[in-house]
């Protein structure tokens, strides 16, 4: 029973979930790997604030309802190319990579947390 709730939380729509923003997401990724929020709005390039930047904008695709180029403005104005890069990057490496699979389910189960908690 107890398995089954904690797998089926993520799936049922909770009456009291409150919007899932960027900025939300944005604030849990940085939290998450220790990096500001301006960090991941910036050109730095090295490989943990890549990983995390690609990894909070495709949570953004897919917990928000923004479209690419709005997902491209929060992230330092991006273009929508980078965020489509950034969603099939991470897609491919949720499937091969363990790691990168527990770091998303991980930020999304403490994103969804914290606007239920809004």
Same mark, same amino acid.
């Given at each position: 029973l107890e398995l089954s709730?904690?797998?089926?939380r993520?799936?049922?729509?909770?009456a009291?979930?409150h919007?899932?923003?960027a900025?939300?997401?944005m604030?849990?990724?940085?939290?998450y790997f220790?990096?500001?929020v301006?960090a991941?709005?910036?050109?730095d390039r090295?490989?943990?604030?890549?990983t995390?930047?690609?990894?909070?904008?495709?949570?953004?695709?897919?917990?928000?309802?923004l479209?690419?180029?709005?997902?491209g403005?929060?992230?330092?104005g991006?273009d929508?190319?980078t965020v489509?890069?950034?969603?099939?990057? +991470?897609s491919?490496q949720?499937?091969e990579k363990?790691? +990168?699979f527990n770091?998303?389910?991980?930020?999304t189960?403490?994103i969804k947390n914290?606007?239920r908690?809004a």
């Open positions: 709730k904690v797998v089926l993520d799936l049922i729509t909770d009291e979930l919007e899932v923003t900025p939300l997401i604030r849990e990724t940085a939290d220790g990096v500001s301006e991941l709005q910036s050109a090295s490989r943990v604030l890549v995390a930047r690609q990894i909070a904008m495709y949570l953004c695709r897919e917990l928000t309802e479209s690419l180029p709005k997902i403005q929060t992230f330092g991006r929508q190319t489509m890069h950034a969603y099939k990057k +991470i491919e949720m499937a363990r790691m +990168i770091q998303v389910t991980e930020l189960h403490r914290s606007a908690n």
